[in-house]
C-alpha cells in the first residue's frame, strides 16, 4: 500500500522559516522523481517543486530562491526547506511523484501570517 506521511507544517510570521518532511513508503523510492505541491485556500494544487532520481531540483518560479528541495534514498525521505515565507505560501502541503501518482497524503498546513 502506497503511503505519504507530511509533517512540519506549522504557523509562522512572514519572514519565517519552515522544514517539511515527506516519508514515503509501499513504493520504490529510488526509481522515481518527487515533488511537493500545496494547495492554497479556495485555488487549486500547484506543484511547488521536484527533485529527480539523480537529485537535480526545479522550482515553480514564484518560491525559487527561497525553498530546497531535497532527498534521502536511504531513508526515504523527501524535505522541503522553506526560507523567507510570505503571506502567499499559506496552504496545505503535499508531496507525491512526479509526474503525480493517484494517491495522496493527508498533507501538513503551512499558515503566514502576522
Known amino acids: 500500500q502506497v503511503q505519504f506521511v507530511e509533517s512540519g507544517g506549522g504557523q509562522v510570521q512572514p519572514g519565517g522559516s519552515l522544514r517539511l518532511s515527506c516519508a514515503a513508503s509501499?513504493?520504490?523510492?529510488?526509481?522515481h522523481h518527487w515533488a511537493w505541491h500545496r494547495q492554497a485556500p479556495g485555488k487549486q494544487r500547484e506543484l511547488v517543486?521536484?527533485?529527480?532520481?539523480?537529485?537535480?531540483?526545479m522550482y515553480a518560479r514564484t518560491v525559487e530562491g527561497r525553498f530546497s528541495i531535497s532527498r534521502d534514498n536511504s531513508k526515504k525521505t523527501v524535505s522541503l526547506e522553506m526560507n523567507n515565507l510570505k503571506a502567499e505560501d499559506t496552504g496545505i502541503y503535499y508531496c507525491n511523484i512526479y509526474p503525480t501518482g493517484d494517491d495522496w497524503g493527508q498533507g501538513t498546513q503551512v499558515i503566514v501570517s502576522s
Open positions: 517543486a521536484t527533485i529527480s532520481e539523480g537529485g537535480r531540483p
Open positions: 509501499g513504493i520504490p523510492f529510488t526509481l
